[in-house]
């Protein structure tokens, strides 16, 4: 969720970002008075608020801290950072399930706290770093996002960059080497206090709890490795490490070298070449192993994009098929894997069990499928909102038939003039689109 962004906040931002765009070598020495201004930590608690979130290790919610007086509470952070006896609490580490169901991932878990602090920090180090950031970095960044970055995959394959590597890094945020990542910090801050906040966010000890539920505290000071996926401060730190990867492929002409372009999404990104994907993979390996981080060879892999497809960001590229007269084309389309989350999305909210009214119900999945439809705007969608609207209209049809006791499948008493006109149901078939961009093979 964003918030509008105060004017003088604002204001600061412009003439820090403008400060770093001007001069590319300068460093900036005089932050940390920043980070706690009053007008910052207000705003960045707002910021905090909207994003919810659960709470960290010491149970403290947004609800208790403004019952007790949020003003209160905001003043004695701020004592905190002008006093410099501001220490992070630990990290609560729970694991969640991986969207393709390979597993776990770690999630770190920062106390509210800490959350506005580092959002404060982000707030103001966030423009100095977005004037160094390549143009072809996409991720976690203001006015980009994903779509961008799956245009620019897609404009990329019609102009001919058809050899892919579809790379993957191995736990990227868990290994980024602790040393160098401050190292590219301070390349452009060197206010210590601000080093030393970084510093203390990365080293934070990590609380666990096993199936006993019994507490387990691992990282803290001897770790010197990673930085917890979860935290406010954790993508804008990977994005400034991931920079140096993709700043050095400019610098060493590897666009011209390789004939190839890159486009990446923080650590998820693929290289386009013309003929020279092999020689661009076995490149990016070497720089890659010296910026203490491993290329997953399982998933990584050469593709040629005109004959076979590859995935990014929740996308299928590769050779598409005009059914009306069976000519292929290169396009981008909804992956099937992106198509399973979301039907099972839709199934976990429509289960028997679901005594919400309808009114409600219907809302939440029409939120649902209005997000689904806005990622998924771009390229060839037909069939694949076809076989969503098929899905979502049978699980509906038979969610509202157990409900209403109705003899059979509901087809007759729910039938999709009635789901989609007086049951309010969106139907994605039906919701405007862009047009296409595609180019014949």
């Known amino acids: 969720m964003s918030l509008s962004t105060p004017i003088a906040i604002r204001t600061l931002q412009r003439k820090l970002y403008r400060k770093a765009k001007a001069e590319p070598a300068f460093r900036f020495y005089l932050l940390y008075d920043k980070i706690h201004r009053e007008d910052i930590l207000r705003h960045a608690y707002a910021l905090a608020r909207a994003n919810a979130g659960a709470p960290g290790v ?8 403004e019952a007790s007086g949020l003003e209160k509470w905001l003043a004695g952070l701020r004592e905190e950072l ?3 006896t501001y220490r992070p609490n630990p990290v609560r580490r729970v694991m969640i399930p991986k969207p393709n169901g390979q597993g ?11 959350r506005v602090i580092q959002t404060a920090a982000k707030i103001v180090l966030e423009p100095i770093f977005e004037a160094d950031f390549e143009d072809n970095a996409y991720g976690y960044r203001p006015a980009r996002g994903a779509v961008d970055a799956v245009k620019d995959v897609h404009r990329h394959l019609i102009r001919g960059y058809t050899d892919v590597v579809d790379a993957d890094l191995s736990r990227y945020f868990d290994s980024i080497p602790h040393a160098e990542l401050l190292k590219s910090v301070a390349r452009r801050v060197v206010d210590r206090h601000v080093l030393r906040l970084i510093k203390m966010w990365l080293r934070a000890p990590i609380e666990e709890r096993d199936g006993d539920g019994k507490r387990r505290i691992g990282g803290g000071k001897g770790n010197t490795r990673g930085t917890p996926q979860g935290g406010v401060a954790s993508p804008l730190l990977a994005n400034i490490y991931m920079n140096r990867f993709l700043k050095y492929w400019r610098l060493c002409g590897c666009s011209e070298a390789f004939r190839a372009r890159v486009v990446a999404y923080a650590d998820d990104f693929v290289i386009l070449s013309r003929g020279c994907a ?18 997953n060879e399982a998933k990584t892999s050469l593709r040629n994009a005109r004959q076979e497809c590859f995935d990014f960001l929740g996308y299928t590229f590769g050779p598409h098929r005009y059914k009306a007269n069976g000519v292929w084309y290169l396009s981008a389309s909804p992956s099937k894997k992106s198509m399973h989350r979301f039907k099972t999305k839709v199934g976990n909210l429509l289960v028997p069990g679901n005594n919400e009214p309808w009114s409600e119900v219907r809302d939440t999945l029409n939120r649902s499928l209005l997000g689904w439809s806005n990622y998924f705007s771009h390229g060839t969608r037909r069939s694949a909102f076809h076989s969503i609207d098929r899905y979502v209209y049978e699980r509906v049809r038979n969610f509202l038939a157990r409900r209403h ?26 919701l405007p689109r862009m047009a296409p961009l595609c180019a014949s093979r």
């Open 104 to 114: 776990e991932r770690p999630l770190g878990i920062p106390t509210i706290r800490d």
């Open 58 to 65: 010491d149970g403290m919610t947004f609800a208790v801290i």
């Open 405 to 430: 006791k109705v003899a059979g499948r509901g087809t007759r008493r729910f039938s999709l003039d009635i789901v989609y006109g007086e049951r309010g149901l969106l139907r994605l078939e039906r």
């Open 82 to 84: 002008v006093l410099k």
């Open 278 to 295: 092999a020689e661009a993979l076995a490149w990016t390996k070497a720089v890659m192993t010296r910026l203490g981080l491993t290329i």
